[in-house]
């Protein structure tokens, strides 16, 4: 590949908050563990020298295809970490993907699926403004995953930047 290579022909219009990455140990029990826990499934696979990726998104949301945000997953094979020997890190104590849910029972029922399987980290917890309601999960790889109710962030964002959907 040369530097003047063009693998696409489509780019966004402007700069935009496009994914957030992990590495994963077992790219398809992560998959499966996204797809079962959060709202989102896969967009895309791909294989390479140095391994997999998946990408995962939420295709139920309409605005997806002109402002994609997606999970990435990166699971390297053996000796073909292009970041090695550095260590790959997780998201956790504070540092975490958050969530937020419609409903407050959303949270109650979310903590019970992750409590029968083994992976809730913190059970529902009623925390001060602006956090909400909260409780966090541990995926495959101990990556912390938070989801709350009441957060206010999706409010927050259409009271200063104004709502762009036609259908509210």
Known sequence: MTETTQNYEVHPPRQRWTHLALIVKDINASIAWYEKHTHMSLLSR???ENGYGAW???PSDP???DSPFILVM???FEGKDPFAPANHGILGPFAHI???VIA???IDRIAETAKQ???LALPPTQMPPP?????FLKDPDGNNVEFSYDQGVYEEARKIWGSHDNAS
């Open 117 to 119: 399987e083994g992976c």
């Open 46 to 48: 791909t294989e390479d």
């Open 98 to 100: 958050g969530i937020e």
């Open 104 to 106: 407050r029972e959303d």
């Open 74 to 76: 990166a699971q390297f």
């Open 63 to 65: 605005a997806q295809a």
């Open 131 to 135: 956090i909400g309601y909260i409780c």
């Open 56 to 58: 995962l998104g939420d």
